[in-house]
């Protein structure tokens, strides 16, 4: 059911009823609601966001993080950022809710800003950059319980797979943020 505004008073109220219930104008005069818009901290670096939000945070992401700061760009907002495990050979079947080696996991930055989808994972020996757009994202999933606190998210997008295993007290809140970024 959509909200529509009142013209002459300001009410908010259903587009399906014929007349503003407060002043009688008609619903036809009513404008649709404004998409909403995101309201979201925004952090100004990837390690503030990270200081906030990843409370189990791996010690040994350090380069993974100054990779990952280097991949914003001043124009994008900073609204999640966690140290995760990402699993290095996706999978599309159903998701697993315990950790397979065959997975081949690695150790980065997930982030989400303003612009993208990120993962970034920088070694002495190896690097990883998976970025996406949120319109490049078919669909979301997520399993409970593999690590103590720690579980998967699937990021379904149209040419590729991310898994990363997020705080299990951020999965909702993560899921959300990717579905309202999607819809703007
Ligand atoms: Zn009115």
């Known amino acids: 059911m959509a909200l529509v505004k009142c013209p002459d008073c300001g009410k908010m109220f259903s587009e399906r009823i014929a007349a503003c219930p407060d002043c009688g104008c008609p619903v036809e005069f009513a404008t649709k609601e404004e998409p909403k818009v995101v309201k979201y901290r925004k952090y100004s670096s990837v390690q503030e966001a990270i200081n906030f939000c990843d409370f189990s945070q791996f010690k040994f992401a350090k380069k993974s993080i100054e990779a990952a700061e280097e991949l ?3 124009d994008e907002d900073i609204y999640y950022a966690s140290t995760c495990m990402m699993a290095n050979n996706p999978y599309s079947g159903p998701l697993k809710t315990s950790m397979d080696l065959k997975d081949n996991n690695s150790t980065g930055v997930f982030i989400l800003t303003s612009k993208q989808i990120s993962y970034v994972s920088k070694s002495f020996s190896d690097s990883i950059y ?4 949120y319109s490049d994202v ?5 399993a409970s319980g593999m690590l103590p606190n720690r579980a998967p998210l699937r990021i379904t997008c149209k040419n590729d797979i991310l898994i990363v295993y997020l705080d299990k007290d951020d999965l909702q809140k993560v899921t959300g943020m990717i579905t309202s970024l ?3």
Do not use: A, P
Request: avoid cysteine.
């Open 138 to 142: 078919v669909s979301t999933d997520s």
């Open 130 to 133: 998976k970025q996406f757009t």
């Open 72 to 74: 914003i760009t001043s």
């Open 182 to 184: 999607r819809s703007n």
